[in-house]
């Protein structure tokens, strides 16, 4: 019977020049719910602000339940790995469904160990071919919320021009807690780095849900200590080992600025005529620098020479925020 992968073309010949041939797609689901308990628990401290413990554990259960039938239904087909690993998480009838889908893959050598992996085969072949040897699919997530009391602060802050350190706090710890968890899961895999990291935001029962994903791997060139983060993509990384870089880090920053009232009103007066409206343009000047002056700070502190494939997005999360 013929066979149903979810590689393409590219990635099956990518595939093929490391020795591996593609399988079987496979599927691990899970359907969960919170409960009368922990939504009550998640209520409360949903008021306080900050991480939402009862959702953030009900959510990475729902994922390892489903992650860990989708590698069992592999394993069953005698694969030696799982590529192209992605996830999803979706409304079900009240409830919510955690989500995995991967194709199989196969050693034309036999042996080794069994292996998952995010990203595409393509991205795969090339962190085969920078010395990295795949382990697992990893993820970090945590739940928050601003809560009443950071909404308030924040509130008051917004009178005046500048930054809203309330706001800023809370995006800035998510982020680097949930890049410390995808680190601590990738560590206990036996793992020295976490190569191609993703970062989504998705909201779910009132709530926000910081989730990074990627490849735990391991490279025997790479010095002892800390996991190695980095969210290039897998040519880049090729690119960057090909002329004697290796990945450090994956950097973060995040600052939330407000116009202020008077701010605010002067920039709704001048959007009236025609011409640059300065109160915004120096806003967003402003709040670019602070974050850039962050990430170079941090990079200083890591001794990295380099910081590369800097993304910058520029959001309105609310009005004049």
């Known amino acids: 019977m013929a066979r149903v992968s979810g590689l393409s073309g590219n990635e099956i010949y990518c595939l093929a020049l490391k020795g591996y041939t593609a399988g079987e797609l496979v599927v691990g689901n899970s359907v969960n719910s919170m409960g009368f308990l922990g939504s009550l628990g998640a209520g409360l401290n949903n008021i306080l602000g900050g ?41 079900l009838s009240g409830n919510t469904e955690f989500l995995f889908v991967g194709s199989c893959v196969s050693s034309k050598s036999g042996g080794g160990n069994f292996f998952t992996s995010a990203g595409d085969a393509q991205e795969l072949y090339c962190h085969m071919d920078a010395g990295y040897t795949p382990i697992h699919h990893v993820f970090g997530n945590i739940a928050y919320s ?59 029962m009132g709530t926000h849900e910081m989730l990074m994903t990627g490849t735990a791997m391991h490279h025997p060139g790479l010095p002892a200590g800390d996991v190695v983060t980095s969210d290039m993509t897998g040519e880049e990384l090729w690119s960057m080992a090909s002329l004697g870089y290796a990945p450090v880090k994956l ?3 995040t600052s939330i600025y407000s116009l202020g009232v008077v701010g605010g009103i002067f920039s709704a007066l001048k959007s009236l005529a025609r011409g640059e409206i300065s109160e915004l343009t120096t806003l967003v000047h402003d709040a670019r620098e602070h974050c850039i002056d962050r990430l170079k700070r941090e990079a200083d502190s890591l001794g990295a020479e380099e910081v590369v494939g800097v993304k910058t997005y520029i959001v309105e999360i609310g009005q004049g925020l």
């Open 51 to 91: 991480e939402i413990p009862q959702v953030t554990q009900a959510i990475q259960d729902g994922r390892m339940h489903a992650f860990s039938r989708m590698a069992k239904e592999a394993q069953g087909h005698g694969a030696s790995g799982v590529a192209g690993v992605s996830g999803d998480l979706r409304g």
């Open 146 to 204: 601003m809560g009443i009391g950071g909404g308030i602060m924040g509130a008051l802050k917004q009178l005046a021009r500048g930054e809203i350190s309330d706001y800023s706090d809370v995006f800035n710890k998510t982020r680097h807690k949930a890049l410390e968890r995808i680190s601590a899961a990738a560590r206990a895999d036996g793992a020295n780095a976490v190569l191609g990291i993703r970062t989504t935001v998705l909201p779910w």
């Open 251 to 253: 950097l973060m920053s």
